[in-house]
Antibody, heavy 119, light 110 residues
Framework: EVQLVESGGGLVKPGGSLRLSCAAS????????MTWIRQAPGKGLEWVGR??????????DYAAPVKGRFTISRDDSKNTLYLQMSSLKTEDTAVYFC??????????WGPGTRVTVSS | EIVLTQSPGTLSLSPGERATLSCRAS???????LAWYQHKPGQAPRLVIH???SRATGIPDRFSGSGSGTDFTLTISRLEPEDFAVYYC???????????FGQGTKLEIK
């Protein structure tokens, strides 16, 4: 059974940092392309960024609103995906989901972890 | 950037009825890379349809997707109580942002 479980969310002040983790099981994580997606309160879904598998070159792409502030990484030995968030803004407040993706869509998602950026 | 517009914003129907959800793109979606997701509060979103018309693993055949180019439709032939949720469409493109979502259609029990 595919399982994705996010953790690391919480309350952080504007300008602060936070690292989210996504523990994966039930599939070949080292061959998987992984993505982060967020949902701000009362809003729709917004793609944050993606990391390809190392066998596909390992390229990482980011959405414009987070580029330069967020860093996606992966540890295939731990089957874990990370999202390092820095210079956080109030508009980064959201539930953050990780997902195992195909090239064009997102096959399985985790239940999400909530991040609140507020003073 | 391709913008996806979903309609209606809210759809009120009864179990057993047919639901038709629309997703319109501002430009043609390449290779019909259009997906639909079901999202219930507090749960992980669930892939329903990918590549415009392919049902995801485990999705019942009352769900179907159609369309091409800029106009896509998700149809639920006979609504079951568990189908009431928010549905999002999503496209994949070659230019940033790589993936965009529609604003969602809330399917609620009438």
């Amino acid at each position: 059974e595919v399982q994705l479980v996010e953790s690391g969310g919480g309350l952080v002040k504007p300008g602060g940092s936070l690292r989210l983790s996504c523990a994966a099981s039930g599939f070949a994580f080292n061959h998987a392309w992984m993505t982060w997606i967020r949902q701000a309160p009362g809003k729709g879904l917004e793609w944050v960024g993606r990391v390809k598998s190392k066998t596909s070159g390992g390229a990482i792409d980011y959405a414009a609103p987070v580029k330069g502030r967020f860093t996606i990484s992966r540890d295939d030995s731990k089957n874990t995906l990370y999202l390092q968030m820095s210079s956080l803004k109030t508009e980064d407040t959201a539930v953050y989901f990780c997902a195992w993706q195909a090239i064009s869509h997102f096959n399985y998602w985790g239940p999400g972890t909530r991040v609140t950026v507020s003073s | 950037e391709i913008v996806l517009t979903q309609s209606p914003g809210t759809l009120s129907l009864s179990p057993g009825e047919r639901a038709t959800l629309s997703c319109r793109a501002s430009q043609s979606v390449s290779s019909n890379y259009l997906a639909w997701y079901q999202h219930k509060p507090g749960q992980a979103p669930r892939l329903v349809i990918h590549d415009a018309s392919s049902r995801a693993t485990g999705i019942p055949d009352r769900f179907s997707g159609s369309g091409s180019g800029t106009d896509f439709t998700l149809t639920i032939s006979r609504l079951e109580p568990e189908d009431f949720a928010v549905y999002y469409c999503q496209q994949f493109g070659s230019s940033p942002p790589l993936y965009t979502f529609g604003q969602g259609t809330k399917l609620e029990i009438k």
